[in-house]
């Protein structure tokens, strides 16, 4: 007996048992960009969903992802969902929205660029406390007497440090990255060569095994005539 498929999406009550005769299962793409896509619209809307196994019915795909055998299309993306699984995503989204104070709001709507480029503004207009060295321990902390502008510039130092590190990082990794690019290069080139070796082996081995039949018939021929 086969086993009953479910659809994955919360809430939908669609199997193999009980859908009618043009409902169909699909799985996620096998492609990355679209498997991505589908995760993405998928995250809210299924509680366990596993890209491999899980299938979704046909109920939650427009018209317009189906092609005239019916079949769905490869840039097909889920986005027809029942209301209560719909409202129970815009639930759990308002809900962490709202545990996010304004500042947080603001920086999640803020790029990469943009924040780096405001920190180095307003460090533009900050001023390092003089003799900020008399203020810091051997182990990197301010003092209980030091000011509040030394304990400031004591964490962006730590962070201006800790940014040249991750750069230096950064560097390091992306000449890795090249070397192991070059490598595999090399290694292809090196793969393609021997591949044209072995074309020229074989057709040599062709050549040899001709000669020896023409060889062979001679030796036949020349037996046959003095044995007359």
């Known amino acids: 007996m086969a086993p009953i498929i479910r659809c994955a999406i919360d809430n939908c009550k669609t199997t193999s048992v009980n859908k009618t005769p043009d409902v169909t299962f699909h799985r996620c793409p096998y492609n990355s960009e679209m498997s991505n896509k589908w995760l993405r619209v998928l995250k809210q809307r299924c509680t366990a969903f596993d890209s491999v196994d899980s299938k979704i019915c046909s109920k939650h795909f427009e018209l317009k992802y189906f092609d005239a055998q019916k079949k769905l299309k490869e840039n097909a993306v889920p986005t027809l969902f029942s209301s209560a699984s719909h409202s129970l995503s815009l639930r759990s989204i308002g809900k962490s929205d709202s545990g996010k104070t304004k500042i947080e709001k603001i920086l999640n709507r803020m790029t990469q660029a943009d924040l780096t480029a405001d920190i180095k503004l307003n460090l533009a207009h900050l001023k390092e406390p003089m003799h900020l060295d008399s203020f810091v321990t051997d182990d990197l902390k301010c003092k209980s007497d030091a000011p509040n502008a030394a304990n400031l510039w004591l964490m962006i130092k730590k962070q201006e440090h800790l940014n040249t590190r991750l750069m230096d990082l950064v560097v390091q990794t992306k000449k890795h990255v090249e070397i192991l690019q070059k490598s595999m290069e090399e290694s292809r080139l090196v793969k393609k060569e021997q591949e044209q070796n072995i074309e020229s082996l074989k057709y040599i081995v062709k050549c040899l095994q001709e000669k020896q039949t023409t060889l ?12 007359r």
């Not at 062979?216 to 044995?227: D, F, K, N, P, R």
Request: aromatic share 0%; charged share 35%; proline share 0%.
């Open 216 to 227: 062979e018939e001679q030796i036949e021929i020349l037996t046959a005539v003095e044995s």
